[in-house]
């Protein structure tokens, strides 16, 4: 197993999608490059399917970038983890620069639980991860997975709450459900005006 970051020279714009594991960033991403590349990485049923940064460039001229998952892993152990976020947090620094937009997948059935229980020990990783994004000045919105998952009325609240906790107004949060295709396609032209 290879960690090994892409190398410089590659000066493509890019757009990102970084978050916990197992909220289906992979799943978005291959909805994002359908009809232009067949095979994105591996979508899982456990978390830390995706393990590499693996950048693909699309006909446009840039780069989407579906990351490894931020957070704890439980067939791989915490060591990894650490040196997952550590890659991440590494990849955007050196490519602040370039990155156009940020999309921080969380799935929105485990974003409540998720933030209770982290929130009296430690900053949760998602929150965490907009600080380090405000910080190098990389645009983000988030994007709400597995709306499938919850009644609507607990969807409106839990969008509400992740409103407040990532300290986005509402307008960032983009609801999707990649299994059922719900949202997609907002999030798809999004990404299409940036590069026209
Ligand atoms: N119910 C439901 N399941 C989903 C949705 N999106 C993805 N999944 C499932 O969630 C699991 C994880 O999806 P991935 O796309 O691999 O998630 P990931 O964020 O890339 O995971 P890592 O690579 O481990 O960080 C898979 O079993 C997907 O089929 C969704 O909108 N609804
Ligand atoms: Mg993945």
């Given at each position: 197993m290879s960690h090994k970051t892409p190398q410089g020279g590659d000066s493509l714009p890019k757009i990102v999608l970084v978050g916990?594991?197992?909220?289906g960033k992979s799943s978005i991403t291959t909805y994002l490059l359908k009809g232009v590349?067949?095979?994105?990485?591996k979508i899982g049923?456990?978390?830390?399917?995706t393990l590499k940064i693996r950048p693909l460039v699309m006909p446009q001229n840039y780069e989407i970038v579906d990351m490894p998952g931020l957070g704890y892993m439980a067939s791989k152990g915490r060591g990894l983890t650490k040196h997952v976020w550590d890659i991440i947090i590494h990849y955007l620094e050196q490519n602040a620069k370039l990155v156009r937009m940020a999309f921080i997948v969380v799935s929105i059935e485990n974003f409540r639980r998720n933030v209770e229980k982290w929130e009296v020990v430690q900053i949760p990783i998602d929150m965490e991860m907009t600080e380090f994004l405000r910080e190098l000045g990389i645009p983000f919105k988030i994007i709400a997975n597995k709306?499938?998952?919850?009644?609507l009325l607990a969807v409106k609240d839990n969008l509400a709450m992740i409103a407040e906790k990532m300290q986005v107004p509402p307008s960032d949060i983009f609801p999707v459900s990649a299994k059922l295709g719900k949202g997609l396609k907002e999030v798809k032209d999004f990404v299409g005006s940036f590069f026209k």
């Open positions: 916990n594991s197992n909220v590349h067949s095979y994105v990485g049923k456990h978390p830390g399917t709306i499938d998952k919850i009644p």
